[in-house]
């Protein structure tokens, strides 16, 4: 799977593209190379916002690949969530909803219904997962991956500062070069909020450098701050603080 994001969608975290290095060959030309690289694969042009990609052959068994469109969002999710019968309950689902459908409900619920934290619905989700959505209403991101990084999930920010998200490293370094890093376990972003942590919610996160072998910095990789604190509520659409509204 691959999203690429303008800016004024998602701007990349502070630490994520590499000063001083090459940007690679530009996260918008990504979108094409993963179509001719990939037989049977599908994209989807969300105009000036960005794009998504997806294909379903190659993948793991035991962590598929699956894509959906309810209400003007856009759901890429790879993975396998443990708790899907009590989740189609609690979202009030029918027996056929899957995996990338609980996502979606899960968002609008955050959306429209608050003011549950995204912290809690997140840890909700008991399995391996990664997961990029858009919504096309608000040009809004949500994205996440488990608490242990279970599923392959990378991100990256390309020189004219897309951010660019896949389960193929390859294609993330084609894209952004020296830019991109493992999209954090346990953490969760948003075009108005930015990276956060679902496990450690009460918390910031400080961006760390990475260097690869030939010692060259690369993309940053993001700690818990375990001293700097901060709220991460998420309060009613119609609030003067909806998040979703602000990007």
Not at 45 to 57: E, P, V
Not at 111 to 126: E, I, K, M, T, W
Not at 186 to 208: A, D, I, V, Y
Request: charged share 20%; aromatic share 10%.
């Amino acid at each position: 799977m691959l999203a690429v994001f303008d800016r004024k969608v998602a701007k990349s975290p502070e630490g994520l593209r590499s000063p001083g290095t090459e940007g690679g060959d530009g996260g918008r030309s990504l979108l094409d190379h993963f179509l001719a690289a990939r037989a049977g694969a599908v994209a989807i042009n969300l105009g000036s916002s960005g794009g998504l990609a997806y294909t379903s052959k190659k993948q793991t068994p035991l962590l598929p690949r699956l894509f959906a469109v309810v209400d003007d969002i856009f759901c890429l999710f790879q993975g396998h969530i443990e708790n899907i019968t009590s989740l189609k309950q609690q979202y009030g689902l029918g027996k056929t909803a899957n995996e990338v459908i609980i996502v979606i409900e899960a968002y609008k619920t955050l959306r429209d219904r608050g003011p549950f934290p995204a912290s809690q619905v997140l840890r909700d989700l008991n399995g391996k997962f990664a997961f990029t959505l858009f919504d096309s209403s608000s040009n809004t991101t949500f994205m996440a991956s488990d608490a242990d990084g279970s599923v392959p999930f990378f991100w990256g920010a390309d020189a004219q500062d897309h951010l660019v998200l896949s389960d193929d490293a390859d294609i993330v370094k084609k894209g952004c070069g020296k830019s991109f890093a493992p999209f954090p376990k346990g953490c969760f972003f948003t075009t108005s909020g930015g990276l956060q942590s679902f496990e450690h919610p009460m918390n910031e996160l400080k961006p760390m450098p990475r260097v690869d072998s030939q010692g060259q910095v690369c993309g940053a990789t993001y700690n818990v701050d375990y001293m700097a604190k901060k709220d991460t509520g998420m309060p009613r659409v119609g609030s003067s603080a909806n998040w979703s509204s602000q990007f």
